[in-house]
């Protein structure tokens, strides 16, 4: 079992600044991906930033050059640094992680979601 503790959330005023963290803990062997997904009442859960082990990044367009995905591999923990937030921004952001519990055994955890309120 892979267990993923999320903090950073709250509320803050439009244009404002939030930084997510993310740890996993558990019985892993490595964790390939890690990444935020988010979501808003009524809207199905997308994807807004995901990063490998090496370092490569993927964002949604909608955050692009606003929010910045890092991860610490010694900790197995990844952060989201959200910057000029906006209303619509607000969703409950939700933690992921792949990886492998050992070579041949595969793994992938969510975490309980931290909210994040956008307004003014």
């Known amino acids: 079992q892979v267990q993923l503790v999320e903090s950073g959330g709250g509320l803050v005023q439009p244009g404002g600044s939030l930084r997510l963290s993310c740890a996993a803990s558990?019985?892993?062997?490595?964790?390939?991906?890690m990444g935020w997904y988010r979501q808003a009442p009524g809207k199905q859960r997308e994807l807004v930033a995901a990063?490998?082990?090496?370092?490569?990044?993927n964002y949604a367009d909608s955050v692009k050059g606003r929010f910045t995905i890092s991860r610490d591999n010694a900790k197995n923990t990844v952060y989201l640094q959200m910057n000029s937030l906006k209303p619509e921004d607000t969703a409950v952001y939700y933690c992921?992680?792949?990886?492998?519990?050992?070579?041949?055994?595969?793994?992938?955890?969510w975490g309980q979601g931290t909210q994040v309120t956008v307004s003014s």
């Open positions: 558990g019985s892993i062997f490595s964790i390939n991906a």
């Open positions: 990063i490998t082990s090496a370092g490569s990044t």
């Open positions: 992921n992680a792949a990886g492998y519990l050992s070579p041949l055994r595969p793994f992938g955890s």
